[in-house]
């Protein structure tokens, strides 16, 4: 089960899980990290083990069985020049967090998908509010399919896979939320430096 006292253990951050905020069941992490108000900290964080109203890119739904993935969000207030970068940012943290825990090799498919042996093991959301074309936060969201053994989606646009079924054991979600936490708040105070990323990401 998901510890949100474990996780915040692991944490070598100075932003991102400044706070982590964990419930057994959300709509969805993204509108909850939408939802921070404007004196909160940068770098909240939200973790459920089932969301009533998951979504991914274009509208489409997020389908998970409850407890068998990661699904969290984080609060970001990034400049211009690094909003633009967000999606890049966080999934290759998502790609280097894979790799560490479980050694599987992760690569990325344009715009936000995770996959893993060419199969789809995760994604990432990336969702800004502007003031114009400044941004006033963005809610990151990154779903990882961990323990999930009958990967059975209906008219899904993609062939999907679990890290547990790949590896051929069972995944600990909480070190790979410390991994992913961990790797994110590095890249992100990277770009936010003006560092770039395309080439890691590429």
Known sequence: PISTRRIVFGLDTQIVGVNITYQASMPSTQDEAHSVEDDDPEGMVFITDKQTEGRGRDGRTWVAPPGA????????????????KLGMVASLAAAEA???????TATIKWPNDLLVNGRKVGGVLVEGHFFGEVPHHAAVGVGINVNWDDIDIPAAPYVPTSLSRELGQSVDRNALAIALLNHLDRLYLAAQAGAPVHEAWR
């Open 69 to 84: 993935g990661l699904l969290l969000s984080v609060f970001l207030r990034p400049n211009a020049a690094t909003y633009a």
């Open 98 to 104: 894979i790799a560490a825990v479980t050694g599987l």
